[in-house]
């Protein structure tokens, strides 16, 4: 079982960046997909990004073409995810998750806050 850790979130104005953490332990991160997926207040939670075991593919919520970027270091056992350009609806929890076979979960991070101030 995996274990994941969200940090990097807080408050930050409009237009402004943060880059998110996702420090995994107890398995073998690089044999997983990973996976970003936000929850704002009174919503389901959403997809944001998603990328393959070996960082060759990566795929993202409309919402967030162009503005942020998915990366994992395999090495270090982190995932991450760059925001850039940030505006008041990207507010939400953000938690990163494993995928196997397209299939997510069931690991789960507990989430960090993101609250972008317009």
């Known amino acids: 079982q995996v274990q994941l850790v969200e940090s990097g979130g807080g408050l930050v104005q409009a237009g402004g960046s943060l880059r998110l953490s996702c420090a995994a332990s107890?398995?073998?991160?690089?044999?997983?997909?990973m996976g970003w997926f936000r929850q704002a207040p009174g919503k389901e939670r959403e997809f944001v990004a998603s990328?393959?075991?070996?960082?060759?593919?990566?795929y993202y919520a409309d919402s967030v073409k162009g503005r942020f970027t998915i990366s994992r270091d395999n090495a270090k056992n982190t995932l991450y995810l760059q925001m850039n350009s940030l505006k008041s609806e990207d507010t939400a929890v953000y938690y990163c998750?494993?995928?196997?076979?397209?299939?997510?979960?069931?690991?789960w991070g507990q989430g960090t806050q993101v609250t972008v101030s317009s």
């Open positions: 998750v494993t995928i196997t076979y397209g299939v997510i979960g069931p690991n």
């Open positions: 107890g398995g073998t991160f690089s044999s997983y997909s």
């Open positions: 990328i393959s075991r070996n960082a060759g593919y990566a």
